[in-house]
RNA sequence: GCCGACGUAGCUCAGGGGUAGAGCGUUUCCUUGGUAAGGAAGAGGUCACGGGUUCAAUUCCCGUCGUUGGCUCCA
């Protein structure tokens, strides 16, 4: 007998060699019905693998994230079979659960395939998958495997199998088709109930651009034909909410061929609502002791090798800019950080006059790669909300907790709650990616792990994700649809101030070097608005909105009243227009209700007679006749609860 | 940059070897209206660009540019 320990602590008796499978039919019938994956001791099992010894048992679901995996792993394993079948003499190399569905690598060699042979590629699945063929895993000596794929043909397998130890080697076995396998298996194909092909894509093997190209083909599948209506829904909510598309509705941003690829042209509308956003954080930042600083868009080409940035970015930035005079160089500056270096390098400091916090809303130019370029995510020319605090070693810890404040401060007056955030250090294996010496590496990683532990922020510790000059701590956003974006980022450097050899005097009246944080709580503008655009779907905050409200008069008859009671909104800084145009009310809503304007202002005979303002919200909601006073309260009280200032004295 | 898809009116899209269509928008006229589309008429296109095949190309083929889904990278 074997000792099974449930996860609610219980411990249960059971003869040497049963299964996950038995022990959840001996729990329930209807776990056992459900139950498609398991964990024994932590390690992946199959449902049928027998348990030889004491140990943790773990019952998945298709509720469980490692349910899923196991389910969208095994699906692949079903499309592959159905494309070996489709395109006799494919290479079929990895095909794992992503979190998503899954996708499978696939040589294709001759074949071709596109969108329009997905729905073949689909039927041929659910056909496989309807046979409730059980998925059979089976251990197989090095020299078979090897075997097996030289028969085969496949290189890929073949590498992949040369890399793996004698005695580890698994394969899975389902109806007619065999795969190289780890393992982690729903019980048998007929569990999957519906097969979505997503997209195809090329991905080098291996990740490896010097590799061949194979075609990645994204699928997703699901227990239930609901679940997959379901998950196309909100694929289409996505694509509704996608800020190229809104951006272009709203009239805030633009891209011409003519200016360039990557490069952002903001309409009036948009750049108005950028222009708050950078008072909000300018306002924010006063309060916090920055001082803003303006530094040109190029700079010699002297400057970034002192920096270490033209070595690191040189090759894959805009190329230097030549003038008249002989082997005179500037390049558009990729990074702020080196101009704000200089301008502190302009005085001597005294201990005493630190921290020195420059805020620079810079633009930076970097040459993305063609293919990289996304909408207003990832553009080769965009602001950054740029600050660089030079402060004392002493001082790090402290201001680094107060950037922190500053960047809870912005997410809290923009809506979103749900954030988490990754402190990314070195990548202990490949010392060479980074500059700077590993003692000064372990100290900065250290002040941002205790900035973290003391604002009690919830976070995780990411190898191999430091920016090559110093560790950091990234502010992860999920939006509405429970998408994560890497927004605000808080980085420590004492590489910079070595490299422009700044210093400050101490108090012993010897020169120390300072220590440097980049931050930016926004991250980009550019990107912040294409996140806030896809959170809100176009419904931004009431203060940073572009226009508040629309008055809508009834007829030409009330245009009077309706310029009058403008005047006054705009007196009391609300933005607001009128709908002139010889149209219905209906129509009048109709367009201010799909422009998205928080508040349709309705003035006709009645209104005008009583000098009141028929209020409707967005979303249909009727509030009544308003003074344009009462009105304005309205605005302002609704503005006020979400918009706090930064630090703001409780009274 | 690489692989796939796409590029038709200001916008969203249909069409297809014989030089083009819808809806919305826009213009003009009628209508002066009460909480998600009032009516009529008109204007608007070198079918991304360049080459090839053809009697004939917007349509088929090739290339370029751009957009897009990925790969690598990053704000």
């Not at 970034?304 to 005179?328: C, L, N, R, W």
Request: contains cysteine; aromatic residues 10%.
């Amino acid at each position: 007998m074997i000792n099974i320990t449930l996860p609610d602590g219980s411990i249960k008796q059971y003869a040497r060699g049963t299964t996950p499978m038995a022990v959840a039919r001996d729990i329930s019938e209807g776990l056992a019905r459900n139950v498609i994956s398991a964990t024994f001791n932590g390690k992946t099992v199959e449902t049928v693998t027998p348990l030889a010894e004491d140990g943790k048992l773990v019952l998945y679901t298709w509720q469980n994230p490692e349910g899923k995996k196991a389910f969208w792993h095994s699906s692949s394993h079903v499309v592959a079979q159905a494309l070996e079948e489709l395109y006799p003499g494919i290479k079929l190399t990895i095909g794992p659960a992503i979190e998503n569905g899954f996708y499978y690598d696939v040589d294709f060699g001759e074949h071709h395939i596109s969108d329009k042979d997905f729905p073949a590629i689909e039927k041929k699945a659910l056909e496989i998958a309807r046979g409730k063929h059980e998925f059979k895993m089976r251990e197989v000596s090095k020299a078979r495997a090897l075997e097996f794929y030289q028969e085969a043909g496949n290189e890929y397998k073949l590498e992949l199998i040369e890399n793996l130890e004698d005695g580890e080697i698994t394969f899975c076995d389902h109806d007619t088709f065999t795969d190289l396998c780890r393992g982690g298996h729903i019980p048998n194909t007929g569990f999957i109930k519906a097969i979505k092909i997503l997209s195809v894509a090329g991905a080098y093997w291996r990740g490896d651009e010097n590799k061949p190209q194979l075609t990645r083909v994204y699928g997703i599948s699901f227990p239930k034909q609901k679940d997959l209506t379901a998950h196309l829904e909100l694929l289409e909510e996505a694509k509704k909410r996608d800020h190229r598309k809104l951006g272009k509705e709203l009239e805030l941003f633009t891209f011409s061929q003519k200016v360039g690829q990557g490069l952002p042209l903001w309409l009036p509308k948009g750049a108005a609502l950028r222009e708050r956003l950078e008072q909000f954080l300018k306002k924010a930042q006063k309060k916090a002791g920055y001082e803003m600083v303006v530094s040109p868009h190029i700079g010699q080409k002297e400057l970034y090798v002192t920096s270490g940035h033209y070595a690191k970015y040189g090759a894959d930035s805009f190329q230097p800019i030549h003038t008249p005079k002989e082997d005179e160089e500037f390049l558009l500056k990729p990074m702020n950080c080196p101009h704000h270096c200089e301008i502190y390098n302009a005085r001597p400091f005294s201990y005493r006059e630190l921290p020195k916090r420059y805020a620079e809303f810079g633009t930076v130019y970097r040459y993305e790669q063609s293919g990289e370029l996304h909408g207003l995510t990832r553009v080769r020319g965009f602001t950054q909300d740029d600050a660089h605090i030079f402060c004392t070693p002493g001082q790090l810890d402290q201001e680094f907790m107060d950037v922190i404040d500053l960047s809870l401060y912005v997410l809290g007056s923009l809506g979103f709650e749900d954030f988490s955030t990754q402190v990314s250090v070195r990548d202990p294996e490949q010392p060479e990616k980074y500059i700077g010496s590993p003692d000064i590496w372990e100290k900065a990683e250290q002040a941002i792990i205790n900035a973290a532990e003391a604002k009690k922020l919830n976070y995780t510790v990411v190898e191999g994700e430091a920016a090559f000059y110093g560790p950091k701590l990234d502010f992860m956003v999920k939006d509405a649809l429970g998408r994560q974006w890497q927004l605000g980022t808080i980085q420590v450097d004492y590489n910079l101030p070595e490299r422009f050899e700044l210093t400050y005097k101490g108090n012993d009246n010897e020169l120390h070097r300072p220590v440097m944080i980049h931050r930016a709580p926004f991250g980009s503008m550019e990107r912040f608005v294409a996140l806030l655009l896809e959170h809100t779907g176009g419904n931004f905050p009431l203060w940073l909105i572009p226009d508040q409200a629309i008055l809508l008069p009834v007829s030409e008859k009330h245009e009077k009243y309706a310029e009058k009671v403008l005047n006054s909104l705009e007196n009391h800084e609300i933005r607001a227009l009128i709908d002139q145009r010889n149209e219905t009310v209906g129509k009048k809503i109709r367009e201010a209700e799909m422009q998205k304007i928080p508040f349709m202002l309705i003035v006709g005979e009645e209104e005008e007679q009583q000098g009141t303002i028929s209020v409707r919200r967005h979303g249909g909601e009727d509030l009544g006749k308003l003074s344009v006073q009462q009105f304005v309260d309205l605005v302002e009280k609704e503005i006020s609860s979400t918009l706090k200032s930064f630090k703001e004295e409780k009274v």
